[in-house]
Structure formats: structure tokens, C-alpha cells
């Protein structure tokens, strides 16, 4: 028996049930004194650098089982604020790290949502918030006041289940749709939409993807690259001038993941694609050109109570890059060197 993958399509703009939250998501465990950080080859064939630690943010949650900690981005103040997608009503939901002092405290904690992505908006300045399990986006500012639903609803009569996000230079909404998420890959309902940053009215850029979830502008904001959690694929998607429509699309990188899948992404000052990965504590590092350059990992001694690096920020301007990184020992912060220069597309998101 075969079974044929739907093929992915894009299109011109126009004028599942609830979320598991013991799906592909997992948690994180004890801060420790920074230890220099190695780098080497590894099993890759390319040099591995060794993040350090720097801060515990959670433990598992008796209420859902696990913790995960996603969507980190530097606030105008210099705080890297985090979101734990599993955390229960009542537990902070948006935390502000302090990478200097190694100290978490709480920004939001209300609701039932699901937060699976974090960043500030160019336009308005408030944190937005996809939440994967309300099928809505929502906004608060830096000190967690002012909940705002900026999107919700169906788009194009289709419920959405937004993964992440980005924006372009105006303030307009990029965001992965991961519907199928939970389906077998040839069965592709995911997307990507496009909310204008004014009206949040939802476009439908792409369409019969499988799950996508990392999405981030390429560093010339000509582009989108868009990781693929059921199909372990990076697309390049180059948008028309004024990014309502995809232009053209292709295949940039192969992920040979085995059991792990792509998570999100992000990129730096040179263009290159920093790929999370869900199901082993790692990133990896392509060149525009897809050519893997390196490997970014936990101490060993860490890495049997983690099984997920799962997404990255580089603090602009600077080469200071955290991973968070969640397992059964539970959520935390990871620093290493980045390859080049953060920016806008790899903070956050």
C-alpha cells in the first residue's frame, strides 16, 4: 500500500478537537553553576557546540504531566520572555527571565490558554500569543496587563491551530497553522496564514502542508522559511513585494530527524536557519544554501532529562542565543554563541 502526499499549493489572497496537551509536547529541571561552553564534531559530522545553562523555569505539572517552554524573546528591557504551553490555570503561562541575574518571575498567568509562541509586535509594541488550543491569537503588554484576543474564528471555515509566528516590517501576522498535527503526514491540512496587522483579516498564503510549525522571515524579509513537523522539511516560500501571496515555493533542507521532528526556527544577520527539533535536545544550523554548518546540544549529563530543544532567540544585534530546552526533568534556559548576529527573525516567534 502506498500512500501519496498531498502537493503543497499557495494561493492569492481572497476580499480537531481540543488540544491533547500530551501530544508532541514535553517539559524541563535544575539550574547549576555555568560551566564553559565546548564545541567539537559531533555525530553529525560538523561541529557540535555544547550549550551552558542558565536557569530552571519550570517543573512538570502534576495537572498536565509535563512542562514545555517555548516562544523565547527579548523585551525592550532586555528581559527573554518565555511561555510554558502546558502550564494549568492559575500557573504562569508567561514568564520574563533575567539571563544575567539567572531569575524567572511571572508576567501572565490567567486563563485556559495554550501558548505555544511569543513575540513583540513592530507596530504596536504588546507581546502577541498564539494559542494553539483557542485557535486564537492574543496580546498583552511587556508587564502582562491589557489581554487583548487580537484574532480568532475560522479561517477561509476551517478552525486553525496557530503554532507560530512572525512578522514582516509593517507589523503583519506570518503564523503556522498546525492542523493534522496529530495525523498521519500524507493526510496535510496545515497552513500558512497571513493576518493584516490593522483589520485581522486571515489569509490563506499556503495550504496542504504537513503541520507546519517554525516560521520565520528570511533575513532580507523577502522570504519565509517554514518547517514542517509531520514531514521534517524546510520550505522556502518567496512572497510577492507586498507579502500577500507566495511568489514561488520549494524544498530548502531535509531534516533526517529518525523519531524527532522540526519544531521552530529562526534566523540570523547572515541568513542562516537555526532548526529546533522536537524529540532529542538539539539544534541544528543550515547555511541559505541548506548546507548543515553545526549542532548546538546540552551537556551530557543533562541531556537523559530532556528530549526537546524546541525553539531559540539571538538577542539583537549581539551573537547571545538561548534555547529552551523541557523534558520529565523539566523546563529550562540554554546559551551559546550564535554563528552570526541576532535580528528581528531570530528573536522570537
Known sequence: MSHHLQPISWRKPAG??????????????????????ASGIGIHGVEERTAERVVQVSSVHPETGMTLIEGPTFGPDGGLFVVDV????????????????ESVSPVYTEGNGAYTSAQFSPKDGRIYLTDFAGGKIDSITADGKDHRTFFTGDVDGVPMRPDD?????????????????????????????????DTAEATVLAENLAAPNGISFSEDFKALWVSQYMDNRIDYLVLNEDKTEVAT??????????????????????????????????????????????????????????????????????????????GPDGGFIYEFDALSTGIRQSNGG
Not at 502550564?87 to 539571563?99: E, H, L, T, W
Not at 503556522?176 to 500558512?192: C, I, L
Not at 524546541?310 to 547571545?320: L, R, S
Open 16 to 37: 480537531l478537537a481540543a488540544i491533547t496537551l500530551t501530544l508532541a509536547l514535553t517539559g524541563c529541571a535544575a539550574g547549576n553553576d555555568h560551566d564553559q561552553p
Open 86 to 101: 502546558t502550564a494549568p490555570a492559575g500557573a504562569a503561562k508567561v514568564m520574563r527571565v533575567d539571563v544575567e541575574e
Open 165 to 197: 509566528l512572525a512578522f514582516d516590517e509593517e507589523g503583519n501576522l506570518f503564523v503556522s497553522d498546525s492542523t493534522g498535527y496529530a495525523d498521519p503526514a500524507w493526510e496535510a491540512q496545515g497552513r500558512v496564514v497571513r493576518i493584516d496587522k
Open 249 to 326: 515555493s520549494h524544498p530548502g533542507m531535509h531534516f533526517d530527524g529518525g523519531t524527532s521532528q522540526t519544531d521552530s526556527n529562526a534566523v540570523d544577520a547572515d541568513g542562516n536557519v537555526y532548526q529546533a527539533v522536537h524529540g532529542q535536545p538539539r539544534i541544528f544550523v543550515y547555511s541559505p544554501e541548506g548546507e548543515l554548518l553545526s549542532t548546538v546540544t546540552v551537556p551530557t549529563d543533562d541531556a537523559d532529562g530532556l528530549t526537546s530543544a524546541t525553539n531559540i532567540a539571538i538577542k539583537p544585534g549581539t551573537t547571545e542565543a538561548y534555547l529552551t530546552a523541557s
